[in-house]
Nanobody, 115 residues
Framework: QVRLVESGGGLVQPGGSLRLSCAASGFTFSAYPMSWYRQAPGKERELVASLSGTGGFKNYAESVKGRFTISRDNAKNTVYLQMNSLKPEDTAVYYC????????WGQGTQVTVSS
């Protein structure tokens, strides 16, 4: 059974940093691309960043380029999202996602950027 568990969210001031983690189980982690999405109140869920199985290919939303970094540790079955220079508009619930025979999501972790 595929399981994704996010952690690391919280309240941070503008300009601050957070690192999100997503621990995966139930599948061969290194074989699959992983993605981070976010959903702000009243908005659709949007792709933030994605990463190939080996970590060699990364893709970012324009709004986070240069501020966020996605990475993975295949030995720990974990994908990370390092978020720097956070802005109030980054406030959202952040989810990790994997697509095998079906799409699987974690439960999400809340990130709030506010002074």
């Amino acid at each position: 059974q595929v399981r994704l568990v996010e952690s690391g969210g919280g309240l941070v001031q503008p300009g601050g940093s957070l690192r999100l983690s997503c621990a995966a189980s139930g599948f061969t982690f290194s074989a699959y691309p992983m993605s981070w999405y976010r959903q702000a109140p009243g908005k659709e869920r949007e792709l933030v960043a994605s990463l190939s199985g080996t970590g060699g290919f990364k893709n970012y939303a324009e709004s986070v380029k240069g501020r966020f970094t996605i990475s993975r540790d295949n030995a720990k079955n974990t994908v990370y999202l390092q978020m720097n220079s956070l802005k109030p508009e980054d406030t959202a619930v952040y989810y990790c996602k994997v697509t095998l025979w079906t799409v699987s999501w974690g439960q999400g972790t809340q990130v709030t950027v506010s002074s």
